[in-house]
């Protein structure tokens, strides 16, 4: 069976957290007196990895994924061998190229020219090596006009193109990349994938930590799922990009149900909403604003309709995140301690820059009031939920007629919705592209 070109037999790397106790005390000194575990208290300890075994065969191109401080780059510094494990053993076959900071091995006071061959060397290439390769490198690290400029004077953009220029022509066995792509712009973007693409051909190794799911399912291998210092999934990129993001999307669930939770707090402290003060002495948060739209986020109404309970639902569960063309079900849990016989029901959707993307109400859509009396439910369903991805929030109202407020809630309500297309704008409508013979194109995998 073939060697793995990279094998990590559990591996455990721990930092020294600061506390007040024992300030003295360090990694080295509870390692070289034997006493890890009694010098070094659980809540003293940080495990940037935890146990992680993982083998990559040669040739494949492999993903980390995952939240960040996740401990993904700590295992990239690990395999680079910029970092030792705490435990563990960490075994690379093949000459190793590692692009993991930005500028990471440039000296900053002398120019491009000399950071290439230095660079070079520190990777193992001759210096005639360098020489020969010299040209290629400037010319794809589109620095031509500045290689003889000292480093310091570069941009960030600068940086990176130099260093993953110089990182792809040592012509490694083994190349490690850290989200470094982010910082060029498309074009070079486009050509750094391409090397990606030469590397795979040639049979290379690419370890590569990115937040970008799409590269990791159109270029990877395999993926591996990084979660606080342990590995949660391992294997079919789509499958476990898939884990991860519903792993994300529970945890966006909560955060979202939290912050709500907090802002209808706030609010409901700036006046009291309960029954006994709605019949006994209706109260008003404050002075409703001239311009709706443009209020802070806030609870107002003189009442007696209240409404108690917002939910948003899909499929008739309690949900903050959705796919765009989900379904939403709006639920208002509304009350009144005595019957009314004016009343209307509002629902407005702002985007995160306070946009109104769509506002509705009953009277607007030509329900005639009758009867409202002790408790019930209001329910605003959208069979397809054909927003862009973004932020949105949610006003809800019940008003009279004329526009009396009985209860607003302002921006008190939010939810998420997520799309594999980034298009741009709100709204995102249902359609379709066609074109004639003389125009070819064909979708792209997904």
């Known amino acids: 069976m073939t060697e793995p070109a990279i094998a990590l037999r559990d591996v455990t790397k721990l930092y020294r957290r600061y506390a007040y106790r024992r300030q003295f005390s360090t990694l080295k000194s509870a390692l070289l007196k034997g006493s890890l575990a009694s010098e070094l208290e659980p809540n003293e300890v940080l495990r940037a990895v935890d146990g992680v075994s993982l083998s990559v065969t040669a040739g494949s191109t492999v993903g980390l994924i995952g ?25 690379v076959r093949g000459r190793i190229s590692a692009l993991i900071e930005l500028g990471a091995g440039f000296h900053p006071e002398i120019s491009g020219r000399e950071n290439i061959f230095i660079n070079g060397v520190m990777l193992g290439l001759a210096k005639r090596e360098i020489a020969r390769r010299f040209d290629e490198i400037v010319e794809f690290a589109e620095l031509e006009d500045f290689i003889d400029s000292p480093v310091k004077t570069y941009s960030s953009g600068m940086y990176m193109r130099l260093g993953f220029a110089v990182a792809v022509h040592v012509d490694p066995d083994v190349l490690l990349v850290d989200e470094v792509l982010a910082v060029g712009d498309e074009g070079f973007s486009l050509k750094c994938l391409d090397k990606f693409a030469d590397f795979k051909r040639r049979g290379k190794t690419i370890l590569l930590v990115t937040h970008s799911l799409s590269l990791v399912e159109r270029y990877c291998d395999e993926a591996v799922w990084v979660d606080a210092g342990r590995t949660r999934g391992h294997g079919d990129p789509r499958q476990v990009v898939h884990a991860y993001t519903t792993d994300v999307a529970r945890s966006e669930e909560r955060a979202l149900a939290s912050a709500d939770r907090k802002a209808q707090a706030a609010a409901g402290a700036e006046g009291d909403t ?75 959707i702002f985007n995160a820059e306070g946009v109104c993307c769509y506002g509705t109400n ?32 949610l006003d809800v109202a019940a008003h009279t007629r004329q526009g009396l407020q009985y209860d607003y809630h302002r921006l008190l309500h939010t939810f998420r919705v997520k799309s594999r297309t980034k298009d741009a704008g709100i709204y995102r409508p249902r359609h379709r592209w066609s074109f004639t013979p003389a125009v070819r194109l064909t979708p792209r995998r997904t």
């Open 362 to 393: 009953t009277d607007i859509e030509e329900f005639e009031p009758v009867e409202l009396a002790g408790a019930g439910e209001v329910t605003f369903a959208i069979d397809s939920l054909d927003l862009v991805e973004g932020t949105y929030k």
């Open 67 to 91: 939240r960040n401080g996740s401990g993904k780059s700590t295992l990239l510094k690990l395999v680079a061998g910029i970092t030792k494990p705490t435990t563990g053993t960490v075994d």
């Open 274 to 348: 309960t029954q006994e003060a709605v019949s006994e002495q209706p109260v008003v948060a404050r002075e409703p604003p001239g311009d709706m739209f443009r209020a802070a986020e806030g609870r107002w109404g003189l009442g007696p309709v209240r409404i108690d309970r917002v939910t948003l639902e899909r499929d008739g569960a309690e949900a903050h995140v959705f796919q765009s063309g989900d379904r939403l079900a709006i639920r208002l849990a509304v009350r009144t301690p005595e019957p009314v016989h004016d009343f209307v029901f509002g629902i407005s």
